[in-house]
C-alpha cells in the first residue's frame, strides 16, 4: 500500500453546514475531540447528527466550514485520512458467500494483521459482543439486533484513532447496549477518538466526555 | 359497461338425479366473468393494446426480413466452405451446439424459479383470481403471451441461421425449413419448460414433468402467493434496472448462501486473502462457478475457433465473445461487491485499484485456463498462428476491462428512458463485443497495423476502467 502517515485522532469541525440546493441538512456546527475523547452528538431526528459524522468521516463536503483529521482536511480520498478513521454510518455492505469470522478475518488481513492469529481475534471480538456462537453464519441468517453488533464488529475489527458511530445503540437490548459501551469506553481509554450520534441517555452519560448539541435547522 | 346479469344470478341448482344431492353447485360463466372483468379494467383500450401487441410483432417480422437477410448474408460469408461445413459437422461442432441447447434450457428453468412466463398485474391476481373462475382461463392470456413470443423468437432463429448455412453454400431450402421446424420447436419447449419450472417454484401437489403438455393444468397449478411474488420479481428487476441499481436485482435473482460454511477464509497478505475471498465465495456458490465454466467453455470455444480457423465465418467470433463475456462476469462477483460499497466508510485497508485487481484475478484466471485448453485443442489439430494467440490476449484484457467497466457503471445520471437505459446497460458488454468482432476481423485478414492500432484502444479501455474505478470510488463526495 506504500507509506502512508498516521494521523493522530485530533478531530476538528469548525463551523461546518451542510445545504443542498435549497434545503439546509446541517446548521453551521463546531465539534472538537482530542485523543482519548468520546464526543456525544445529541439531537431530535433530521437535526443532521449523520451529514455530520459524513462531513467529519470525509464522505461528504461541507457547503461551509472546515473539518480535519489529526490536522488534514477531511477526505476519505487521502490514505492517511482513510487509515484513520473507522466509521458506522449506516449499513456496510457484506459479503453474501462470507460468513462473520470471514469477514473479521478478511478485514484483520487487509490492515496487516498478524496472520497467525486473526482467526483467534475476530472470534475474540465476536465474543466480547456476545455473537461468537454465530460466526459460521452469513451475514443474511442474522436478527437485526445481532446484524448492528456485527457491524460494530465490523468497525472495531480495523485499527482507528478516529472512531465514528451513529447511533450504536440502536435495534439493541438493554444488556447489550452496556457491552457496546463497554468496548467504546476501552477503545476510548486506549487512546482512540470518539464522536457518536446517540439517543440513549444512560449510554450517553457512561461515555460522552463532552456532548455537542446539533440544533435542527427548521 | 355493458348491463350484464350478474353470474350468481345464472345459478342454476342441480337437480340431475344421478348428483349427490346434498352438494349444491353453482354454474359460472368463466368466459362472461372474464370479459365483464376485462372490460372494468381496461375496457376499449385495452382492447385496443393487444391488438398493437401483434402490429407490433409484424413490424418486428418485416424488419427481420427487409435488415436480417443482408446481414445474416454477410456474417455467414466465408471464403473456404468445405472446410467450414468439415468443421460444422465435426462431432466437437455437434457437442457445442448441444450444449448451448442444453444452456439456454438451463437458464430458461432457472428464470422460471424467479419469473415466469405467467406474470399478469398485481391488481388482476387481487381482485380477478380470488374468483371461482377456471385459473386456465383466467391466466390464458399471458401465456399465450409467452408462448407466441417462444414460437416467434425460434422460428426466426432457426430461419436465421438456415439462411445463414444457405448463403455460405452449406445448404439448401430443406435446411433452411429443418432448421426454422427445429427453431420453432426449440422455442414451444423452452417456453413450457419455463412455465413448468414456474409451477415448480411454489410446493404442490402436481409437479410432473407431464405439465409440459398439460399446459391448463399446469397454468391451474399456479398459486396466487406465486403469481403475486413472480410480479413482485418482475417490479423489482424492472425498477432497479431502470434506475441502475443492479445489486438488489442481483439479490432477488439469487439465492442465499447457506452451505459451504465450515470452510474458512485463511488470513493473510492483503491481496492474497482477497483472491482467496473469491475462491472461497465460488466454492460456497457453486451454480455461479458452474454456469460461468458453462459459459466460457461455450464463448472460448467459438472465439478460439474464430481465431485459430481462416475458414471460420466473422460472425463467429462476435458470437463467442458475448458468453465469454458473460462468464468472466459469473466468476466476477467479488468486484460487483467492492462497486457495491463504493460510499460507504472504508472497512478493508488494501486500496481501490488493488482490491479492483485482486478480485478480477480469480475470473482471469479461470479464464486462462479455459482459453488455454482450447488453444491446446487448435495447436493438436494442427492450426495455431502467432497472430492467433495475440489477439486471444487482446480478447482477454477486453473481458477483464468489460467487466471492471460492468461492475463500476455506478448509476445513470441522465433522464431515465428505458432505450437509454438498455443502451447504457449495454455499453460494457457492446465495447467487448465490437472491439473484439474487430480484433477477428482484422486477424483473419492479417492486417497487422490496422491490428497494432487496435491494440492501443484495446488498452485505452482498461485504462477507462481502471480511471472508472477511481472515479466511482470517490464520486460520493461531490
Known amino acids: ?218 | 359497461m355493458s348491463e350484464r346479469e350478474h353470474p350468481a344470478d345464472e345459478t342454476a341448482y342441480d337437480s340431475v338425479e344421478d348428483s349427490p344431492p346434498s352438494v349444491d353447485e353453482v354454474d359460472y360463466d368463466d368466459h362472461d366473468l372474464l370479459g365483464q372483468a376485462d372490460w372494468v379494467i381496461g375496457g376499449e383500450a385495452a382492447r385496443k393494446a393487444r391488438q398493437q401487441g401483434l402490429y407490433a410483432g409484424y413490424v418486428l417480422f418485416l424488419g427481420a426480413l427487409v435488415y436480417g437477410v443482408p446481414i445474416v448474408q454477410t456474417v455467414f460469408r466465408t471464403t473456404d466452405a468445405t472446410s467450414l461445413g468439415e468443421q460444422l459437422r465435426s462431432p466437437l461442432a455437434i457437442a457445442l451446439l448441444l450444449a448451448s441447447v442444453a444452456a439456454l434450457l438451463g437458464a430458461v428453468v432457472f428464470a422460471g424459479r424467479f419469473r415466469g412466463p405467467v406474470v399478469p398485474p398485481m391488481p388482476w391476481i387481487d381482485l380477478v383470481l380470488p374468483a371461482p373462475l377456471d385459473r386456465a382461463l383466467a391466466l390464458r392470456r399471458w401465456w399465450r403471451y409467452a408462448a407466441i413470443g417462444g414460437l416467434f423468437v425460434g422460428a426466426l432463429g432457426g430461419l436465421t441461421i438456415g439462411g445463414g448455412l444457405a448463403f455460405a453454400h452449406l445448404g439448401g431450402v430443406v435446411t433452411v425449413v429443418v432448421t426454422t421446424v427445429a427453431g420453432t420447436a426449440l422455442g414451444v419447449l423452452a417456453t413450457r419448460l419455463w412455465l413448468w419450472s414456474q409451477v415448480r417454484s411454489w410446493p404442490g401437489p402436481d409437479r410432473r414433468l407431464s405439465l409440459l403438455w398439460r399446459v391448463p393444468d399446469a397454468l391451474r397449478e399456479l398459486h396466487s402467493e406465486s403469481l403475486r411474488t413472480h410480479s413482485a420479481n418482475t417490479s423489482t428487476m424492472a425498477g432497479s434496472a431502470l434506475t441502475g441499481n443492479l445489486r438488489t436485482a442481483r439479490l432477488a435473482l439469487t439465492r442465499p448462501v447457506r452451505h459451504g460454511r465450515t470452510a474458512r477464509l485463511r488470513a493473510g497478505r492483503p491481496f492474497t486473502v482477497l483472491v482467496r475471498r473469491d475462491v472461497l465465495g465460488l466454492r460456497r456458490t457453486p451454480g455461479a462457478f458452474l454456469s460461468g465454466l458453462g459459459l466460457t467453455l461455450l464463448g472460448g470455444a467459438i472465439v478460439t475457433w474464430a481465431f485459430t480457423q481462416p475458414a471460420a465465418p466473422s460472425i463467429a467470433a462476435t458470437i463467442g465473445l458475448l458468453p465469454l463475456y458473460l462468464g468472466f462476469g459469473a466468476w466476477a462477483e467479488g468486484l460487483r461487491l467492492q462497486a457495491d460499497n463504493v460510499g460507504t466508510p472504508s472497512l478493508l485497508g488494501a486500496g481501490e485499484v488493488t482490491e479492483a485487481v485482486a478480485h478480477v484475478t480469480v475470473p482471469t484466471v479461470l479464464t486462462v485456463v479455459v482459453l488455454g485448453g482450447w488453444v491446446a485443442v487448435a495447436a493438436a489439430l494442427g492450426s495455431l498462428p502467432v497472430s492467433a494467440l495475440l489477439s486471444l490476449w487482446l480478447v482477454l484484457v477486453l473481458l477483464v476491462s468489460g467487466n471492471v467497466l460492468a461492475a463500476f457503471r455506478g448509476s445513470p445520471t441522465f433522464v431515465l428512458r428505458p432505450q437509454t437505459v438498455a443502451l447504457w446497460y449495454a455499453v460494457p458488454a457492446l465495447t467487448v463485443v465490437v472491439l473484439g468482432s474487430l480484433v477477428a476481423v482484422l486477424t483473419k485478414n492479417g492486417s497487422y497495423t490496422g491490428l497494432s492500432v487496435l491494440s492501443w484502444l484495446v488498452y485505452a479501455v482498461l485504462a477507462w476502467a481502471v480511471s472508472r474505478v477511481r472515479r466511482l470510488t470517490y464520486l460520493h463526495r461531490d
Open chain 1, 1 to 218: 500500500m506504500g507509506a502512508v502517515a498516521v494521523l493522530a485522532g485530533e478531530v476538528r469541525a469548525q463551523g461546518v453546514g451542510k445545504t443542498i440546493d435549497e434545503t439546509t441538512l446541517l446548521l453551521p456546527t463546531d465539534v472538537s475531540a482530542g485523543p482519548g475523547e468520546c464526543v456525544v452528538l445529541r439531537g431530535p431526528n433530521g437535526s443532521g447528527k449523520t451529514t455530520l459524522l459524513r462531513i467529519i468521516g470525509g464522505l461528504l463536503t461541507p457547503s461551509t466550514g472546515t473539518a480535519t483529521i489529526g490536522g488534514r482536511e477531511a477526505d476519505e480520498r487521502d490514505r492517511a485520512v482513510r487509515a484513520a478513521v473507522a466509521a458506522l454510518l449506516g449499513a456496510p455492505t457484506t459479503y453474501r458467500d462470507l460468513t462473520l469470522i470471514d469477514h473479521l478475518v478478511l478485514i484483520d488481513s487487509t490492515w496487516g494483521g498478524a496472520p497467525a492469529s486473526s482467526d483467534e481475534r475476530g472470534l475474540a471480538l465476536l465474543d466480547r459482543l456476545g455473537i461468537a456462537h454465530l460466526d459460521d453464519r452469513f451475514p443474511h441468517e442474522l436478527s437485526s439486533g445481532q446484524e448492528q453488533l456485527f457491524r460494530l464488529a465490523l468497525t472495531f475489527s480495523r485499527p482507528a484513532s478516529v472512531v465514528l458511530l451513529d447511533e450504536p445503540e440502536q435495534r439493541l437490548d438493554t444488556g447489550k447496549r452496556q457491552v457496546v459501551a463497554k468496548l467504546i469506553g476501552e477503545r476510548t481509554a486506549a487512546g482512540a477518538t470518539v464522536v457518536m450520534a446517540c439517543h440513549d441517555p444512560e449510554l450517553t452519560a457512561s461515555l460522552a466526555t463532552r456532548v455537542v448539541d446539533v440544533v435542527p435547522a427548521r
